[in-house]
């Protein structure tokens, strides 16, 4: 069987290290704004995979394996389907080598 | 924190080190602010550190600093899907006692210059995320807000080293928000290997390092570049497009490396390798025309966050590394002639970046992204033509030399025509200039 985009990049991501926030996601979709086009593009795009379009169309985001790179801030700017923080401070991905 | 300090500066990356590290030394009493656990730990980059850059701040830095190799070689690899032409640029004059560059993991470099920046006497709290900056009454900038309770910290000047995504600075109304045209998001793996495997399979020989760049096909059409750079034990293999051309054709870079670590020019050199982390980053290339306000009422900004890049030339650290000095520098000329820390004033640090190869780089190339973006022939069609030229001259197969040329004349008119040629000519050169 043939991997799927999302699943290369979370075998990636196993060998990066993380301090997740349980229950305090530093990014979130606007609920009412979830079909966003811009959205749909991120789920091709995030080099983190961290979102995924579901089958009714709307887009949803699990942050956790985010790089923080911040590119669905930018693509998304002006749509306000995004609410974008970084995590608080020393939570998120902690880069070994960088 | 009810202190007040003298500056703060945000940030602990190649341009918040440089400006702290600058002040603390001077006896400034200067508070550096870093969101990762430990300042290295939310950076990324390629790397590649320019010596001179981090000699202005400490010149012995050879004695202490983790570095990977010190390069001997350059190569441009154009790429198209079973070939390469390139140059490459090589020589024993790079073997000096005072290397002019090296590979970097980036992460450690970053941990060791905080580590110089405590002890020339800066306060470092890390842990911690700036939100925003204070203002006083007349608008003047004199403090920031982190996300600690009480999180409100008092200066007269704050030097922002927040990084591409600038966040402080466009929340706090003193800048513009960054677009998807000018900047890339750039993936990177770290492959490891033995030393002496990396040095049989680049041609080198103990600390020697060697940097491939690569054009082509590999971006499937987009602008963009990747690379492989030898550190000590691992290679740094990454890719980056500008985001509005991903958006365009929404592909995941991911999958653009993927591709790239297959080439058949490429898979040899990582036969074997252990993949031990994977980052991504967006690198400010927008050029000239993308620098935001540098300075104002009591704050100036540095680094990526000030879009200091040369796309061209992929330099970057040294920018930040060279205006984080530079804003260092002239709060302190302020200080020592008693001046006040106002816009006026500050606008000698857009003046000191001016007169330096900072934005004087910059400008030169100032055509560039612009024209990269609107004429992507130079990715798409020219790596094929040029590699079919190669290999319809090197080929021997009974065909006459002036039959080939015809043939490589007749390749390049057909795909660009002949005002197409001499205008993407015009177009380079005049950019260039």
Known sequence: ?98 | MAEKFDVIVVGAGMAGNAAAYTLAKAGVNVLQIERGEYAGSKNVQGGILYAQAVEALIPEFRESAPLERHIIEQRIWVLNDKSYIGTHFRSDNFNEERPNRYTLVRAQFDKWLNGEVKKAGATVITETTVLELLKDETGKVNGVRCDRENGEVRADCVILCDGVNALVGSRSGVRKEINSKEVALAVKEMHFLPRDVINERFNIQESEGVVIEILGTVTEGMLGTGFIYTNGESLSVGIGVIVSDLMKNRINPSTLLEKMKSHPSVAPLLKGSEVKEYSAHLLPEGGYDSVPELSGNGWMVCGDSAHLLNAIHREGSNMALTSGRLAAETYLELRDKGQPINAENLKKYNQKLENSFVLKDLKKYRRMPHIMLENKQFVTMYPDLLAGAAETLLRVDGVDKKTKEKKITKDFRSARGIFGLVGDAFKLVRAWR
């Open chain 1, 1 to 98: 069987m043939t991997q799927t985009q999302s699943q290369k990049i979370e075998e990636k991501l196993y060998q990066n290290r993380y301090r997740v926030e349980e229950g305090k996601p530093h990014i979130t979709i606007v609920p009412e704004k979830a079909t966003a086009q811009e959205l749909k593009m991120m789920a091709a795009i995030c080099p983190a995979a961290c979102y995924e379009e579901t089958e009714n169309g709307k887009v949803e985001i699990i942050p956790d394996g985010c790089l923080e790179c911040g590119t669905c801030r930018v693509v998304c700017q002006g749509t306000g389907s995004l609410t974008w923080n970084y995590p608080s401070g020393g939570y998120g991905i902690l880069f070994k080598f960088g």
